[in-house]
């Protein structure tokens, strides 16, 4: 199963405050052990929402907000894994460094599979999903 783990955002990341060359280490030495056990697929941190924008959609209308946003569900980075379970996921999570200074919380939310779509997903549809998942490999 595949599992996306959020990192929250905190007042001091959403300041723009970069961790310390310690945490940097420590989330190296993970990231490695992620990767040697073949768990990571992707990870990134993120800017704080003051350089980012948000697009919210009421039927054909779009509407643009540039952040900042308020520190309640938002997101410093997150890592995509490749685990066996959700107990798998969570311990993976209870070994990981403590992303922030302070009080952390990691999300772990499952993603999608094809087969959680029911019928609406059409084999024309799954075809068209494989697709673009073989070109994204391709330009990546």
Known sequence: MKVIVLV????ESE????????????MGKFNEELVNAGVMQAGEGLHPTS???RVTFSG???????????????VAGFWVWK???????????RRCPNPHAGTS?????????AE?????FTPELREQEERLR???????
């Open 8 to 11: 929250k955002a905190t007042r």
């Open 15 to 26: 300041a723009g405050e970069m961790p310390s060359k310690g945490l940097l280490e420590a």
């Open 51 to 53: 350089k980012g924008a």
């Open 60 to 74: 054909k209308d779009r509407t643009v907000t540039q952040g900042p946003f308020p520190l309640e569900n938002t």
């Open 83 to 93: 685990v066996g379970s959700m107990d798998e996921a969570i311990q993976w999570a």
């Open 105 to 113: 919380e990691l999300e772990i939310r499952p993603v999608f599979e």
């Open 116 to 120: 959680d779509f029911g019928a609406e």
């Open 134 to 140: 073989e070109r994204v490999a391709k330009a990546s």
